[in-house]
């Protein structure tokens, strides 16, 4: 059996196609874009991208696979799973869902985009936490948020998840496109920033600050901005700004874990993907806590992606993901 996931985030169309064995046969992705010089873009344009995208991306993954073999359409329909989390852009692929649904007569269900991204880091991690608590970290440019997840099997099919802090400013993302903007960097910036970093040899250092468990990234921000006004060297800042997140994941962690006594921790969202910020934080946290586990996503599955909402279909036992060797993305 097939299931099809949709989700229509601020930057990207995505549709997938998985199979009760994990197996993903369909990952298409359209980014939608955003003018060069430009930090975002509006909720409308976006909504408009995705209702023009939609019709190709569903009428390929059909192309594709009969249409008897499709037991479910998953779909984000809100940004997270808090009663009142809303984005018009979620409107545009919950629609769109529902009338495929419909049509084959088969279950619409309801996801959010943030458990979309939990399954898909979850799924290609290798963390089996069949009913255990753990922390979760959402890393994205619309999200920096600490959360506590029940894995239980609840009523409705879906994990618990408890919101225990998150920025009171900028994202981790948006502080990451704001200064490689400022650098002449495309948007989003994050791939493009971690290559120029990687030239750098770290003579510029950020100052971070975190308040109970609300991290802020403004501060950093503001400091880039400075620098970069007096002629320091584009390298040096774009590595003082990956450091910068790993030292507010450092202490946001550590924080976290003692608060709770929880000590296995997922990492998700296309921050997530940063492999310099993926090792420098596993380096820091070993030598802070030998006990902290920390699990990351598949880089490829770690930004905006339908993959997940598909594998939420078999919540709670997930299956690893894997690529067919025909996959189109």
């Not at 060069?36 to 696979?65: T, Y």
């Not at 109970?212 to 800042?237: K, M, T």
């Not at 380096?283 to 939420?312: Q, W």
Request: glycine residues 10%; contains cysteine.
């Amino acid at each position: 059996m097939k299931i099809l996931g949709i989700d229509t985030s601020n930057y990207m169309t995505s549709v997938a196609v998985v199979d009760d064995q994990g197996v993903v046969h369909s990952d298409l992705r359209v980014p939608i874009p955003v003018p060069q010089g430009e930090r975002g873009l509006r909720q409308s344009e976006a909504f408009f991208n995705h209702i023009k995208n939609l019709p190709e991306l569903i009428e390929q993954v059909m192309s594709g696979a009969g249409a008897n073999q499709f037991g479910a359409v998953v779909a984000s329909v809100s940004p997270r799973q808090q009663p009142g989390s809303y984005m018009p852009v979620f409107l545009s692929g919950t629609a769109v869902a529902r009338v495929v649904a419909a049509t084959l007569r088969i279950p619409f269900i309801e996801r959010s985009h943030q458990e979309g991204h939990l399954c898909a880091a979850l799924a290609s991690s290798g963390f089996n936490p069949q009913s255990e608590r753990f922390l979760a970290v959402h890393l994205s440019g619309g999200t920096t948020e600490l959360l506590e997840v029940d894995w239980g099997l609840a009523a409705d099919n879906r994990p618990r998840i408890k919101l225990l802090g998150g920025t009171s400013d900028l994202n981790a993302g948006q502080f990451v496109d704001r200064i490689g903007v400022m650098l002449g960097l495309p948007f989003p910036a994050g791939t493009h920033l971690e290559r120029l970093a990687a030239k750098a040899g770290g003579t510029i250092r950020l100052t971070t600050a975190i308040q109970d468990l609300n991290p802020s990234f403004s501060g950093p921000a503001a400091q880039a901005e400075r620098l970069l006004a007096a002629g320091a060297e584009p390298a040096e800042i774009a590595l003082a700004v990956q450091n910068a997140i790993v030292k507010v994941l450092e202490k946001w962690l550590l924080k976290a874990v003692a608060l709770t006594g929880l000590r296995q921790v997922l990492i998700s969202g296309g921050v997530a993907a940063n492999r310099y910020i993926r090792e420098r934080l596993s380096h820091r946290l070993a030598k802070r806590d030998k006990g902290i586990t920390v699990y990351f996503g598949e880089p490829k599955l770690s930004g905006d992606n339908a993959v997940g909402l598909a594998l939420s279909y078999w919540y709670p036992v997930l299956p690893p993901v894997a690529y067919s060797g025909e996959v189109n993305r």
